[in-house]
Nanobody
Framework: QVQLVESGGGLVQAGGSLRLSCAAS????????MGWFRQAPGKEREFVAGITWSAGNTNYANSVKGRFTISRDNAKNTQHLQMNSLKPEDTAVYYCVAYRAALVPTTSLVDYWGQGTQVTVSS
């Protein structure tokens, strides 16, 4: 059974930082890209960042470029999202994902989802 388990969410003031982690288990993810989506209240779920198996290729939503950094540790089947200079508009539930279809997937192309972790940025 595949599991993606997020951790590291919480409450932070604007301008602060958080580091999200995701532990993957249940299969080998060498053929999968890993990434993060988020969903704010009343909004659709959106792609945030993605990374290839080799970690040689990363992609970010324009809204987080220069502030967020995605990384992965294949030996430990984990990935991380370092979030700096957080803004109130970054408030959302963040989901760890695994997918194969495209570097920047739509929600329908995601193969596996985590349960989500809440990030709240206060102004």
């Amino acid at each position: 059974q595949v599991q993606l388990v997020e951790s590291g969410g919480g409450l932070v003031q604007a301008g602060g930082s958080l580091r999200l982690s995701c532990a993957a288990s249940g299969r080998t993810f060498s053929s999968y890209r890993m990434g993060w989506f988020r969903q704010a209240p009343g909004k659709e779920r959106e792609f945030v960042a993605g990374i290839t198996w080799s970690a040689g290729n990363t992609n970010y939503a324009n809204s987080v470029k220069g502030r967020f950094t995605i990384s992965r540790d294949n030996a430990k089947n984990t990935q991380h999202l370092q979030m700096n200079s957080l803004k109130p508009e970054d408030t959302a539930v963040y989901y760890c994902v695994a997918y194969r279809a495209a570097l920047v997937p739509t929600t329908s192309l995601v193969d596996y989802w985590g349960q989500g972790t809440q990030v709240t940025v206060s102004s």
